[in-house]
């Protein structure tokens, strides 16, 4: 198959959300903290009938719909979360409710962990198998879906909540250059999952900002050295159209880009201008380890950076800081955001993807666009997406209602024997919610 990559996509976050300017005056934090200081507009968070189950069976459903995808034509399915709801069972075997009711069993596939990294692993595995001899000539599914939460402290304003459906096949809108990718992996604990009974992470918060940018770095010296391998020549920015990051918070994304910007500089590519290297002249022969910690590289750079990233990366940020960190979901929802933004320009341009997820693993891709042939058209994409409209459609909730939810959300984690409100007057109509966890903790769920 040629041109293997991403056909179809749909976005699915809860209706459910908190402004972060409310939430940080409600924390006691100082004003400008979450909005400027971490870059975030407002936090998504899943109520009590709401999680990464009932999301992704929302999502699937609504792909399928929208695009006319027959669940018979679909061989494999993929999910990437790091939400544990049961250490054996996986997400996937929850969707397969909706293709057996088709009388479809026959589709490969299982969940991917690792952080915000599983959604990646997964849309990998089915690229893969559409280019591989063992494809049977059906569409491979990727399923993104997690809900971020953290306990109450500095971390907490960067959660967030979606799922993201991403159909997978040949002669796509959205094509892998599949010799284009750059990984680094390594053992660190930045953030993990230790405390099986809690749904909170334990989270070195400085140490998994450092992290990220050190995989930056490596992954974009072996993506340039993979590029100059297969193109005779020197890769800058330039190169790209756009830059799409993970989005822990915004924040992040402004000083990795400027942190690309950097590395053109230090490699004597074409992007940084005259004006640029003297301003980033003094921080040359900086080590490695100096330049994560040095704040006025850090400022200097983000500089520089600024009329590039207002291009090439701005686009991509809508969702992210509107839903917050979505996990896995995160970094294709910065690209829905880019698509959402600029579907009739994106015809015949490069799109490099950064995916990190913590403990750690890192992979640099590149994606190239054109418009496609409807159903499966970058505009037919957009406007299912509707992302403006799910946005604008939100309800806001106060911060003391916000941590109610957490509260309850926290005794619920792993319990067994209840039912919800069955509350789904907030949902669209389609969305699948939570009603009840039964005595064997079968999990049931339904749809509005
Ligand atoms: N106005 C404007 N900016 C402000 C204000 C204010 N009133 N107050 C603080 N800031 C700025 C700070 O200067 C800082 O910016 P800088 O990084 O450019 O210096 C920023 O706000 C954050 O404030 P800090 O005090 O440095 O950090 P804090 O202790 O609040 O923690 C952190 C922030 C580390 C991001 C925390 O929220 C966290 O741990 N989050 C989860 C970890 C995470 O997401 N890691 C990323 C990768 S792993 C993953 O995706 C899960």
Redesign the pocket.
């Given at each position: 198959a040629k041109n293997v990559g991403i056909i179809a996509m749909d976005i699915y976050f809860p209706p459910t959300c908190v402004q972060q300017e409310v939430l940080e005056a409600h924390d006691g934090?100082?004003?400008?903290?979450y909005?400027?200081?971490?870059g975030q507009d407002c936090m998504a968070f899943c109520s009590e009938v709401e999680d990464v189950i009932s999301m992704s069976l929302t999502v699937v459903t609504s792909l399928l719909e929208k695009y006319g995808v027959d669940p018979k034509q679909i061989g494999r399915l993929e999910v990437g979360s790091e939400t544990v709801i049961d250490k054996s069972k996986s997400i996937k075997t929850f969707i397969m409710q909706i293709f057996e009711a088709c009388g479809n069993t026959d589709i490969e596939g299982v969940d991917s962990t690792n952080?915000?990294y599983g959604g990646t692993a997964a849309l990998f595995n089915c690229v893969n198998w559409v280019e591989s001899a063992s494809w049977d000539g059906r569409y491979g599914l990727v399923v993104c879906t997690d809900s971020?939460v953290?306990a109450e402290g500095?971390?907490?304003?960067?959660g967030g909540a979606a799922a993201i459906a991403m159909l997978i096949g040949p002669d796509a809108p959205i094509a892998f250059e599949s010799k284009l990718r750059g990984s680094h992996m390594a053992h660190v604990y930045?953030?993990y999952k230790p405390n099986l009974a809690s749904e909170y992470?334990v989270?070195?918060?400085?140490l998994?900002?450092t992290?990220?940018l050190m995989a930056l770095d490596a992954c974009y010296k072996y993506f340039c050295h993979k590029f100059e391998k297969l193109e005779g020549k020197q890769f800058s920015i330039n190169d790209a159209e756009y830059f799409v990051f993970?989005s822990?918070?915004n924040?992040?994304v402004q000083?990795s880009f400027a942190r690309l910007v950097f590395n053109d500089f230090t490699r004597n590519a074409s992007s940084v201008d005259e004006a640029g290297k003297e301003k980033l002249a003094p921080f040359a022969s900086l080590t490695g380890d100096e330049s994560y910690q040095n704040?006025d590289l850090?400022k200097a750079s983000q500089q520089v950076a600024k009329p590039l990233y207002d291009a090439k990366v701005q686009p991509t940020t809508l969702v992210p800081k509107q839903v917050g960190?979505m996990?896995t979901a995160?970094i294709y929802a910065a690209f829905a955001s880019l698509i959402h933004n600029k579907h009739s320009a994106l015809n015949d341009k490069r799109v490099i993807l950064f995916s990190?997820?913590?403990g750690l693993t890192a992979t640099m891709f590149s994606l190239r666009l054109r418009e496609g042939q409807h159903p499966f058209s970058l505009s037919n994409i957009a406007s299912i997406m509707n992302v403006g409209e799910k946005l604008k459609s939100r309800h806001e909730f106060p911060p003391e209602k916000f941590v109610e939810i957490m509260q309850l959300m926290e005794h619920r984690y792993g319990a067994k024997d209840f039912v919800t409100n069955k509350d789904c007057s907030l949902l669209a109509p389609g969305t699948y919610y939570l009603t009840e966890v039964d005595s064997m903790y079968r999990r049931f769920y339904a749809k509005k």
């Amino acid at each position: 198959a040629k041109n293997v990559g991403i056909i179809a996509m749909d976005i699915y976050f809860p209706p459910t959300c908190v402004q972060q300017e409310v939430l940080e005056a409600h924390d006691g934090a100082s004003k400008g903290k979450y909005t400027i200081g971490l870059g975030q507009d407002c936090m998504a968070f899943c109520s009590e009938v709401e999680d990464v189950i009932s999301m992704s069976l929302t999502v699937v459903t609504s792909l399928l719909e929208k695009y006319g995808v027959d669940p018979k034509q679909i061989g494999r399915l993929e999910v990437g979360s790091e939400t544990v709801i049961d250490k054996s069972k996986s997400i996937k075997t929850f969707i397969m409710q909706i293709f057996e009711a088709c009388g479809n069993t026959d589709i490969e596939g299982v969940d991917s962990t690792n952080a915000c990294y599983g959604g990646t692993a997964a849309l990998f595995n089915c690229v893969n198998w559409v280019e591989s001899a063992s494809w049977d000539g059906r569409y491979g599914l990727v399923v993104c879906t997690d809900s971020a939460v953290y306990a109450e402290g500095p971390a907490r304003p960067t959660g967030g909540a979606a799922a993201i459906a991403m159909l997978i096949g040949p002669d796509a809108p959205i094509a892998f250059e599949s010799k284009l990718r750059g990984s680094h992996m390594a053992h660190v604990y930045d953030f993990y999952k230790p405390n099986l009974a809690s749904e909170y992470p334990v989270v070195d918060g400085k140490l998994s900002q450092t992290c990220y940018l050190m995989a930056l770095d490596a992954c974009y010296k072996y993506f340039c050295h993979k590029f100059e391998k297969l193109e005779g020549k020197q890769f800058s920015i330039n190169d790209a159209e756009y830059f799409v990051f993970h989005s822990p918070y915004n924040k992040l994304v402004q000083k990795s880009f400027a942190r690309l910007v950097f590395n053109d500089f230090t490699r004597n590519a074409s992007s940084v201008d005259e004006a640029g290297k003297e301003k980033l002249a003094p921080f040359a022969s900086l080590t490695g380890d100096e330049s994560y910690q040095n704040r006025d590289l850090e400022k200097a750079s983000q500089q520089v950076a600024k009329p590039l990233y207002d291009a090439k990366v701005q686009p991509t940020t809508l969702v992210p800081k509107q839903v917050g960190n979505m996990y896995t979901a995160s970094i294709y929802a910065a690209f829905a955001s880019l698509i959402h933004n600029k579907h009739s320009a994106l015809n015949d341009k490069r799109v490099i993807l950064f995916s990190y997820g913590s403990g750690l693993t890192a992979t640099m891709f590149s994606l190239r666009l054109r418009e496609g042939q409807h159903p499966f058209s970058l505009s037919n994409i957009a406007s299912i997406m509707n992302v403006g409209e799910k946005l604008k459609s939100r309800h806001e909730f106060p911060p003391e209602k916000f941590v109610e939810i957490m509260q309850l959300m926290e005794h619920r984690y792993g319990a067994k024997d209840f039912v919800t409100n069955k509350d789904c007057s907030l949902l669209a109509p389609g969305t699948y919610y939570l009603t009840e966890v039964d005595s064997m903790y079968r999990r049931f769920y339904a749809k509005k």
